[in-house]
């Protein structure tokens, strides 16, 4: 698969950690970069990039409209690239991705290698900026962090931790983490590019998604924490704005930062956003105040009900928020489909040994209302 044989582009390259040489290149380079006439034009080479090596139909979004079905503009299905392209024209689109992917001379990452792009993001220590990879085109993302910003904010832990476990990740519904690198002030990690941005824009721009969108974006979620937790990793802060939407309109789980590797499954540290935070987790001053990976489920639950109501089932003041957090006290408007409304019960429940596990997320009637022909590969993952 071509997209398989691009990411093994980075996968084989080594990491050099020592990034003091960087100095003098690093800084001929952001000046060189900052100048180009080439450096708004990226952003549509990026596109074109990304169109021409996903050829393929990934696993999550196979089926994920009926064949045959039309377009509308009330209802527009998710494309896939196999819908557009006959298997001759696959081919022959793999081949040419081929053709740039030639096994990589250069053994170490630096920041010389990149040409930078516009800027796609700006979080609490850095930024994320668009970046081609000079000798093979290859189109990603750059995020970078300030050492010093991060000894300040004290998460350099929680830094090592994301690029330890997002490393070891590959789903098409989890953002990669390709390498990283750093120089004397800054860390760089480089990210899959997910063209269509942050998913909490697309749903402020909505509103609220309709239910066949939100269903599949639920249904990919599903897969993506079933292999996360199979892989005995827990991600507790999943929420809009750490989701990315990909060329393709597939989501990318990103922002690894609160996640934790747990083979032993219980944890007792407080993180995360406050309207996601499930009952367990705010229990003040009790004595079996751990939890598992069942915190994920409930998240699951209130991402449903802000995708479909375009606001958290429990906001409202912080004091209160908790409150009816550990009540399960919410209220599902009537314009929910009776279906949604019962994955949303059965997923926002206090005891997390009885919310729906996530296989039968995966096979809920609201999931195979509006993935039918997907039911398949979403079990298969």
């Not at 050492?147 to 998460?155: A, C, D, P, Y």
Request: hydrophobic share 35%; glycine share 4%.
């Amino acid at each position: 698969m071509a997209a398989r044989t691009l990411e093994s582009r980075f996968e084989r390259m080594t990491v050099n950690d020592d990034g003091e040489h960087l100095k003098t290149k690093v800084t001929a380079t952001t000046t060189q970069v900052s100048h180009s006439s080439s450096r708004p034009n990226l952003y549509k080479v990026a596109l074109q990039t990304q169109t021409a090596n996903a050829a393929l139909t990934l696993p999550s979004q196979a089926g994920q409209r009926k064949a045959g079905q039309p377009s509308s503009p009330t209802r527009k299905p998710l494309p896939t690239a196999a819908s557009r392209a006959s298997s001759e024209e696959v081919s022959q689109l793999e081949r040419k991705a081929a053709t740039l992917i030639e096994q990589p001379t250069i053994k170490n990452f630096h920041l010389g290698m990149f040409e930078i792009g516009r800027p796609l993001g700006k979080g609490k220590f850095g930024r994320v900026y668009l970046a081609r990879e000079r000798t093979s085109g290859f189109i990603c993302a750059l995020k970078v962090l300030h050492k010093s910003e991060l000894s300040q904010g004290r998460v350099e832990k929680q830094v090592r931790r994301e690029i330890e476990i997002q490393s070891n990740l590959r789903h098409p519904n989890i953002l990669q983490l390709f390498g990283h690198f750093h120089d004397s002030k800054r860390v760089f990690l480089i990210l899959e590019f997910a063209a269509q941005g942050e998913l909490y824009k697309h749903l402020r721009r909505e509103n609220r998604f309709p239910e066949w969108k939100a269903s599949q974006y639920i249904a990919q979620m599903a897969s993506a924490l079933r292999y996360l937790h199979r892989k005995h990793v827990i991600h507790r802060d999943i929420k809009p704005e750490n989701i990315l939407v990909g060329i393709h309109g597939e989501i990318k789980i990103s922002d690894f930062g609160w996640s934790v590797h747990a083979p032993n499954s219980r944890r007792e540290t407080m993180c995360g956003t406050l309207d996601y935070l499930p009952p367990e987790m705010i229990k003040p001053g009790s004595s079996d105040n751990s939890y598992n990976e069942k915190v994920d489920l409930w998240s699951l639950g209130v991402l449903t009900y802000e995708f479909l109501v375009g606001e958290a089932p429990f906001e409202d003041t912080p004091v209160m928020t908790h409150r009816r957090i550990a009540r399960a006290d919410m209220t599902i408007p009537s314009f929910v489909s009776p279906e949604a409304r019962d994955l949303i019960k059965r997923l926002l429940v206090l005891d997390p040994e009885k919310r729906i596990p996530l296989e039968q997320v995966q096979t809920h009637p609201w999931i195979l209302k509006h993935c039918a022909k997907n039911s398949a590969h979403t079990k298969a993952h």
